[in-house]
């Protein structure tokens, strides 16, 4: 759950530790199975017991949404539940902005379905919309066409570097 933002503007979100190396935190609580984090995060204390606070949590999600509209190419029913989550939409919405029923969103969601490319396209022009960046549709529809899916990225490492959330390359 997301705390109130603190006195210096830093918005934090609270989560429960779920064990791994105290240097890369897997940060399961956005939602998504294959988000690490390089720093950007700290060990609490709480009457809950011990968790996790991570440094301005809106910000990386808009990085690790980015991320995920530039550079897969294949969008998991995960990583499409987190967009549309980020963007405060619905399914019943989403499927409305894409010219289809909220239940076939659930299906994408829960990969019974595949979703078609033009939805997919549609999406992450959508989320790219949101989030205020502008791109080139054509450049960025090429870039993921050339992206080879069978080289799928299993895991995906965001790292605070001098304040603001950043994609590494994963080993």
Known sequence: MKSEPSTDCEASIFCH?????PELYHYTECGLDDIWLSGGYE???TEEGEGVSVMN???LHEVIGHFLV???KVLSGKELRFLRKEMDL???????LVGLSDQQVARWEKETYEIPSSADHLLRVLYLDHIGRRVNVRDLLT???ETDADEAISRQEFALDDGSWVPKLAA
């Open 90 to 96: 619905t399914q019943a919405e989403l499927g409305q």
């Open 70 to 72: 530039t550079a897969k």
């Open 57 to 59: 949590d809106e910000e």
């Open 143 to 145: 870039t993921l066409e």
């Open 43 to 45: 060990k609490v204390t």
């Open 17 to 21: 530790h779920t064990g791994g190396s």
